[in-house]
């Protein structure tokens, strides 16, 4: 939109310098036509005010001018020169060590039992829903026991919804009444509760933010998801974005300690839309300057964002549909996924992904160099149900035994294959072996010399020969419940 004005200002400036050039090509209503109309035609012009005109041309050139550096320095071009700060750098690196993560998708869509998208899927009215948060009473939810689990599944952090589609606040927000604290007897801020535990249990919170809006009547003009739910035909785009969407922003990075980051959902709802990015992004990083933008928006990053997602998808990966297969090698790298088929809590979905499937998604995410955000779907009274708990504790399990490759490593330097995926970390290489059961399994040239190789199921040795065509190692044979074969190569030191 600053662009398009500043397109406007320079035809407008254009115009005035050329009246008889602006005549045709102004048009009532577009910006040259308004700097037109204030001119004096020249045949009404006396010498005097021909001198008028010149200096009006001036200031209208300099005014102009500064409207286009100030706006388009401020919010494109500032953005498209994003360098981002020491703190930020950091928090990308601690950000790849983690490499698990929960992802949590809670609201008052809950209560019904039919996952998030229910206000959608039964194209309520936004006065029926209206109904939902007076139900919404999660009397058993226990921050202490949420966090716990995410620690015992060997998850470093927790991403939660702060409000999904519904646009609907599941924290203590000034700047609407749509919000927990005010519309739910529960009246209780659970992301402040959160927040505060995570501290305590050193997991770092991301929060979940939908710019896509249902609820709001300032989302106009409405995008692809959208029905006729009673809001009216006409709204503020503008007044949506940069009080009501930045103020809550604003909230989120003021209110709950330092946060891990924004993770944005719903752009894809209007593509060719004005989101106001480059505003919204400098005001997370001026007010957490370590907080990582993650936006789910299915296409490569943009200035200002700090991780790259794919939903439902390994990075480069688009069976769900809606991914781009472009993969960043400049930012971190997250796909999330659920751990049965639904975001929000839904009552008739057991299709649970096993351990073995979480663990094998796991192990595939980190050697495409990517974390896993696995997420759950709480019940609406503040429990998560125990088909969750049990498959978490089981990953945790695993990942007692296995997490030396997996935290703290980056993809490694063989290419992912249906075999499975390489994992490297300082002198270390984990070849992860997912599907092979001939006894001998090759691998490309490695550039430094194995001085000692072993599986790391039981550190029982295992015998390779390295050549300048590639490596060849003699590995056991899976076990009936072995998931991943890990042989961990011990590399000398370059020279
Ligand atoms: O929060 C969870 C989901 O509710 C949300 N993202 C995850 C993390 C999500 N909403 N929609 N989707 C995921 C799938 C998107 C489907 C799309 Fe489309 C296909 C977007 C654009 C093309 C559906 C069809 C919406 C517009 C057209």
């Not at 009006?56 to 286009?68: P, T």
Request: net charge negative.
């Amino acid at each position: 939109m600053i662009l398009r004005f500043g397109l406007a200002m320079i035809r407008a400036i254009i115009a005035a310098l050329s009246p008889a050039a602006s005549q045709a090509t102004s048009s009532p209503g577009s910006a040259s036509g308004f700097v037109n109309n204030l001119m004096p035609q020249p045949s009404q012009l006396s010498a005097q005010e021909d001198t008028w005109r010149f200096a009006a041309k001036r200031c209208a050139l300099a005014v102009a001018f500064l409207i286009v550096v100030t706006f388009a320095g401020r919010n494109s071009l500032a953005q498209a020169n994003y360098q981002p700060s020491p703190e930020n750098l950091k928090a990308r690196q601690e950000f790849q060590n983690a490499k698990f993560g929960m992802f949590i998708h809670w609201g008052v869509y809950s209560v019904l039992g039919s996952g998030e998208w229910v206000f959608h899927d039964r194209a309520l009215t936004v006065d029926e829903y209206n109904r939902l948060p007076l139900f919404f009473d999660p009397e058993n939810f226990d921050a202490k026991t949420w966090v716990a689990l995410a620690k015992a599944a060997g998850m470093k952090y927790i991403t939660i919804t702060s409000r999904h589609h519904d646009g609907f606040a599941m924290f203590n927000s000034k700047v609407s009444d749509w919000n927990i604290v005010q519309r739910t007897p529960y009246k209780k801020d659970p992301l402040k509760i959160l927040a505060e535990e995570c501290h305590r249990q050193g997991i770092k919170l991301f929060f979940y933010y939908s710019q896509l809006d249902w609820h709001n009547p300032n989302y106009y003009p409405r995008g692809a998801t959208s029905w006729d739910n009673g809001r009216p035909n006409r709204g503020d785009w503008n007044l949506y974005l940069d009080d009501y969407m930045d103020g809550q922003l604003r909230e989120l990075l003021t209110n709950y300690g330092p946060i891990g980051g924004i993770w944005f959902d719903g752009m894809w709802d209007k593509p060719d839309a004005d989101w106001h990015l480059a505003r919204t992004y400098a005001l997370i990083h001026e007010l957490q300057p370590a907080a990582l933008i993650i936006p789910n928006h299915h296409q490569s990053p943009k200035p200002g964002e700090d991780v790259q997602t794919f939903e439902r998808d390994l990075p480069g990966q688009n069976t769900a549909g809606f991914n781009t297969t472009s993969v960043s090698n400049q930012l971190p790298l997250e796909s999330c996924d659920t751990l049965n088929g639904s975001w929000g809590f839904n009552i008739a979905d057991s299709k649970y992904k096993s351990p073995a499937e979480l663990e094998r998604r796991l192990v595939q995410a980190a050697g495409n160099n990517s974390n896993l955000l696995l997420n759950i779907g709480p019940m609406p009274n503040g429990e998560i149900q125990p088909e969750f708990v049990t498959r978490l504790q089981a990953v945790g399990e695993w990942l007692s035994n296995y997490g030396d490759s997996i935290y703290g490593t980056r993809g490694g330097p063989i290419a992912p294959g249906e075999w499975g995926v390489t994992t490297q970390k300082d002198n270390k290489i984990y070849v992860h072996i997912l599907s092979w059961h001939a006894p001998l399994f090759a691998i490309p040239p490695i550039a430094n010399k194995v001085v000692e190789a072993h599986s790391m199921l039981d550190a029982s040795p295992v015998e390779f020969t390295q050549k300048s065509d590639g490596v060849v190692l003699k590995v056991p044979l899976p076990k009936s419940d072995e998931v991943d074969r890990v042989i961990v190569l011990t590399l000398a030191a370059s020279h």
